[in-house]
């Protein structure tokens, strides 16, 4: 079965730090991955998603992550976190050949501190 | 566009008591889910549907069960709540050309 795993459950910054949470996922496919935002009080909300082609995408907000396919890793990262980043990370894969089942890792709490 | 919606916001339940939530989107998508969220566990898919009239099961689908009778409604419903089931439940929708997932506000379920 498809499990999505990150590694850092806990993060805590000092703005203009650099950020990279790590994710990692198991399935031996092709895979559509994605980063989902929650902000305290909010909705989840897409930070960026790879589907094929350039494996580094950008998303939103200065968010970025690498698609390794050799090390099944996602991994999101920004050169310099702001206090407005404050919020809860999810990883999230889907396979191609099971297109609408998304898998969410455990996610990542961000506390980014002024 | 009010995206996708959810109702109720709260709700809470004695052990054995039954209830739906509904969630409505307005973006015309095929997908359909419904998740929970509980701390450190993040988000786990209980049912989803594909179009209308159609469900398939997730993760976790054990004491829920789901109707898609219209294309913009998805109903979950719990027959007999267990405290096992207080948490966070998200709906979300997506059109099949892009899997991005639109997600409600959220609906937080306390059964005592």
């Known amino acids: 079965a498809q499990s999505v795993s990150q590694h850092n459950h806990h993060v805590i910054l000092s703005e203009a730090a650099s950020l990279e949470l790590g994710c990692n996922y198991s399935y031996g496919g092709t895979v559509n991955l994605f980063w989902y935002v929650q902000y305290p009080g909010q909705h989840l909300q897409l930070l960026l998603k790879y589907f094929s082609g350039d494996p580094l995408v950008k998303g939103i907000k200065g968010f970025e992550a690498e698609f390794i396919k050799s090390k099944f890793s996602f991994n999101l990262r920004k050169p310099s976190v702001q206090w407005s980043d404050t919020a809860e990370y999810f990883c999230a894969v889907m396979s191609s050949s099971n297109t609408g089942k998304l898998i969410f890792g455990q996610g990542t709490t961000l506390q980014v501190k002024p | 566009n009010a995206g996708v919606t959810q109702t109720p916001k709260f709700r809470v339940l004695k052990t054995g008591q039954s209830m739906t939530l509904l969630c409505a989107q307005d973006m015309n998508h095929e997908y359909m889910y419904w998740y929970r969220q509980d701390p450190g566990m993040g988000l786990r898919l209980i049912h989803y549907s594909v179009g209308e009239g159609t469900t398939a099961k997730g993760e976790v689908p054990d004491g829920y069960n789901v109707s898609r009778l219209k294309k913009q409604n998805f109903l979950l419903g719990l027959e007999s709540a267990a405290p096992s089931q207080t948490s966070v439940y998200f709906c979300?929708?997506?059109?099949?050309?892009?899997?991005?997932?639109?997600f409600g506000p959220g609906t937080r379920l306390t059964v005592t």
């Open positions: 979300a929708s997506s059109a099949w050309t892009s899997y991005e997932q639109y």
